[in-house]
């Protein structure tokens, strides 16, 4: 039987064309620099976005999230010191 309405993706927007310094993980995931669109009021802004190894997203930031998401990743850099810390203490005791 022939199937006559075959649904294909197509993305207008995605990939974006004008990208900004691709970076390419040994896993075959990639990040980049595009100019978006903010949702709020439609303004260009620079958006850092993580891609698979088939240019599906994973997840994205602007700088906002990114620099929100830079403090956290220290946080929690100190969080794991301080652990691994304790846990030397407790094995040495």
Known sequence: ?????HISKRYIYWP???KIRTLKFPSGKKCFIFIGKRDEDGKEEPVLCF???Q???LTWMNE???LN????AKKVKEQNMLME??????FHE
């Open 69 to 72: 998401f830079e403090k956290l």
């Open 16 to 18: 974006p064309k004008k």
């Open 64 to 66: 906002e999230e990114f």
């Open 1 to 5: 039987m022939i199937n006559l309405f």
């Open 51 to 53: 891609v698979d190894n």
């Open 55 to 57: 240019n599906h997203k």
């Open 85 to 90: 810390e304790e846990y030397r203490k407790s």
